[in-house]
């Protein structure tokens, strides 16, 4: 398994939040707080708003960012 990068993790997490919501944040608004290297489970804040993120692999390396993947904490 290979680990993502920061910016890969943060494209993720907008990609999810505009799936679920239907707006994509500037991946300089996403603070990540934790998060496995895969990027499966991304813990991460924007705008003083914290949201969970978690998914599966379902393609290679391809993370699922689809509904569903995204709760508000």
Not at 35 to 61: K, P
Request: proline share 1%.
């Amino acid at each position: 398994m290979k680990h993502k990068t920061k910016k890969q993790l943060k494209y993720i997490a907008q990609r999810a939040l505009y799936s679920e919501y239907g707006f994509a944040p500037a991946q300089t608004d996403i603070i990540l707080l934790e998060c496995d290297g895969d990027g499966t489970y991304i813990l991460f804040e924007v705008r003083n708003h914290m949201y969970s993120f978690n998914s599966y692999i379902f393609s290679e390396s391809s993370v699922w960012t689809g509904t569903g993947t995204i709760t508000k904490t």
